[in-house]
């Protein structure tokens, strides 16, 4: 690789590629040694093309959740089963990665600053921003970028655009599907909410078990498929229709959004 090869946002892989090699290592213990990640489906990974793909997630954390992901993604290139034991996997990370995010949590400091440089495609929220509830037109650059990243590789984006549980998808998603024509994979998270703060960088509870579930990609007409169908499908993909509250109640969900609450005024940062 040149030494000052560049992505297509400008961005030197060279320095890319040492951002992620040094956060992989301080990260790799906070889902191998506090925490315990539990891994299915990463076989799956190994089989998908080299680009035009979009994972879709349930998002828990600001940046845990991603982190999960880089170390999940390149153990499982390098052929581990399911498993991200022995580091060694984050020396040679995928660069073609992204992930979609807020550009406001993003700018919100020197850390997210570096973690944006390692794939962040940065979007303005159309529904929130400082807090509040707004309501804007969406961007074309927007658009334009996550389309450029998927073009260019894998791009993970969580549909929901928030970490509070059972909330709408975001029709934008299906917009971007059925522009871009990705091969669609969903993923199912959990334990981050309980084992991290909510910006995911402080550990609030060791010994929790963490999942990711890699499910087979989507089946999706691109061409005939409603928005609403699409948007339906990636509900049920991801595990966050309505139907499935059977197995966490309202209560439940406020409980924990207070428990974490109460926690985090606690936090030390990285514990």
């Given at each position: 690789?040149?030494?000052?090869?560049?992505?297509?946002?400008?961005?030197?892989?060279?320095?890319?590629?040492?951002?992620?090699?040094?956060?992989?290592?301080?990260?790799?213990?906070?889902?191998?040694?506090?925490?315990?990640?539990?891994?299915?489906?990463?076989?799956?990974?190994?089989?998908?093309?080299?680009r035009?793909?979009?994972?879709?997630s349930?998002?828990?954390?600001?940046f845990?959740?991603?982190?999960?992901?880089?170390?999940?993604?390149?153990?499982?290139?390098?052929?581990?089963?399911?498993?991200?034991?022995?580091?060694?996997?984050?020396?040679?990370?995928?660069?073609?990665?992204?992930?979609?995010?807020?550009?406001?949590?993003?700018?919100?400091?020197?850390?997210?600053?570096?973690?944006?440089y390692?794939?962040?495609?940065?979007?303005?929220?159309?529904?929130?921003?400082?807090?509040?509830?707004?309501?804007?037109?969406?961007?074309?650059?927007?658009?334009?970028?996550?389309?450029?990243?998927?073009?260019?590789?894998?791009?993970?984006?969580?549909p929901?655009?928030?970490?509070?549980?059972?909330?709408?998808?975001?029709r934008?998603?299906?917009?971007?599907?059925?522009?871009?024509?990705?091969?669609?994979?969903?993923?199912?998270?959990?334990?981050?909410?309980?084992?991290?703060?909510?910006?995911?960088?402080?550990?609030?509870k060791?010994?929790?078990?963490?999942?990711?579930?890699?499910?087979?990609?989507?089946?999706?007409?691109?061409?005939?498929?409603?928005?609403?169908?699409?948007?339906?499908?990636?509900?049920?993909?991801i595990?966050?229709?309505?139907?499935?509250?059977?197995?966490?109640?309202?209560?439940?969900?406020?409980?924990?959004?207070?428990?974490?609450?109460?926690?985090?005024?606690?936090?030390?940062?990285?514990?």
């Amino acid at each position: 690789m040149p030494l000052f090869k560049r992505n297509p946002f400008g961005h030197h892989l060279f320095l890319k590629k040492w951002i992620i090699r040094i956060f992989g290592v301080i990260s790799h213990g906070r889902y191998r040694k506090f925490n315990n990640l539990q891994i299915e489906g990463s076989q799956i990974l190994r089989d998908l093309p080299d680009r035009k793909v979009l994972f879709i997630s349930n998002h828990q954390t600001y940046f845990a959740d991603v982190a999960a992901m880089f170390h999940v993604f390149n153990a499982s290139l390098s052929g581990r089963e399911n498993s991200i034991k022995n580091i060694g996997y984050i020396w040679q990370p995928k660069l073609n990665f992204y992930f979609v995010a807020a550009g406001e949590t993003m700018r919100s400091g020197f850390l997210p600053k570096l973690f944006a440089y390692a794939g962040s495609v940065s979007i303005d929220r159309t529904w929130r921003s400082a807090g509040k509830d707004v309501k804007r037109q969406v961007k074309n650059t927007d658009i334009s970028n996550i389309g450029k990243a998927i073009d260019d590789g894998w791009v993970v984006t969580f549909p929901q655009g928030t970490t509070t549980p059972f909330k709408p998808i975001r029709r934008g998603t299906a917009h971007i599907i059925k522009t871009y024509k990705p091969i669609v994979v969903p993923i199912v998270i959990d334990g981050f909410r309980r084992s991290f703060d909510k910006k995911g960088l402080n550990i609030k509870k060791r010994n929790v078990l963490q999942s990711m579930v890699i499910k087979e990609p989507l089946e999706i007409d691109y061409e005939n498929e409603e928005i609403a169908d699409i948007v339906t499908k990636i509900e049920y993909a991801i595990e966050q229709h309505p139907s499935f509250l059977k197995v966490l109640s309202v209560k439940e969900i406020e409980d924990l959004k207070a428990e974490e609450s109460a926690l985090n005024k606690k936090r030390k940062f990285w514990s």
